[in-house]
């Protein structure tokens, strides 16, 4: 079983639409949760980190964690085109700048 | 200001070579971390060097090796490849103790 698991999707919505990403983990060690955002053929970039539980918003983007449940989201309000990529949940122990555990990503198409 | 850059961008080996990967930080970082991130997956933690030394070790063999160097540049070496070292190989860099790792655009290595 892998300690990070996300739905590979892919998931396509209209533009516009509300989006919810999902990720659940099995290791309750996890302190810091992250979202990247990667596009083809790019390197990840951190959209929002979250220590412990809670929720955090910034923008459009909201990141959920529940650590009782073991279950991570991220909300994209008001989808657009330009939010097609894959979406990538992280999570580490110690530190967003240490070693951090990815789940497989969920490949997201915003459709006109 | 240059963010995270890797060399070479595309790479073709034949089983069994070797190779080198590069990577120079982004200005004002100085930890480097390599991940191998497999079609369809996330990326995979290696090692992570501070300090021109390793810090921390992901689940790969010894025929993964790293450098870093005084100016906080780093190299990865792959011994012995495999087909299934087939991945993009992806460079993070941070400051110690910062918040958000960066990542550069990765290197596609293939081998045949």
């Known amino acids: 079983q892998k300690e990070v698991e996300q739905d590979p999707g892919p998931l396509s919505v209209p533009e516009g639409a509300i989006v919810s990403l999902n990720c659940t983990y099995s290791?309750?060690?996890?302190?810091?949760f992250m979202w990247y955002r990667q596009y083809s053929r790019k390197g990840p970039e951190l959209l929002m980190y979250t220590y412990s539980s809670g929720n955090k918003e910034d923008g459009r983007f909201t990141a959920q964690v529940d650590k009782s449940s073991k279950y991570i989201s991220l909300f994209i309000r008001d989808s657009q085109p330009s939010d097609s990529a894959t979406y990538l949940c992280?999570?580490?122990?110690?530190?967003?700048?240490?070693?951090?555990?990815f789940g497989t990503g969920t490949r997201l198409q915003v459709t006109l | 200001d240059a963010g995270v850059t890797q060399s070479p961008t595309h790479l073709i080996k034949t089983r069994g070579q070797q190779v080198t990967l590069r990577c120079s930080p982004k200005s004002g970082h100085d930890t480097v971390s390599w991940y191998q991130q497999a079609l369809g997956q996330g990326p995979q933690f290696i090692f992570q060097?501070?300090?021109?030394?390793?810090?921390q070790r992901g689940n790969f063999p010894d025929r993964f090796s790293g450098h870093q160097f005084p100016n906080y540049s780093s190299e990865l070496n792959v011994n012995a490849l495999l087909l299934g070292d087939s991945a993009l190989y992806l460079c993070a860099s941070t400051r110690r103790r910062n918040t958000e790792a960066f990542f550069g655009q990765g290197t596609r290595l293939t081998v045949v």
């Open positions: 290791n309750s060690a996890f302190q810091y």
């Open positions: 060097y501070y300090e021109e030394e390793e810090r």
């Open positions: 992280a999570m580490s122990v110690t530190g967003t700048a240490s070693k951090l555990t």
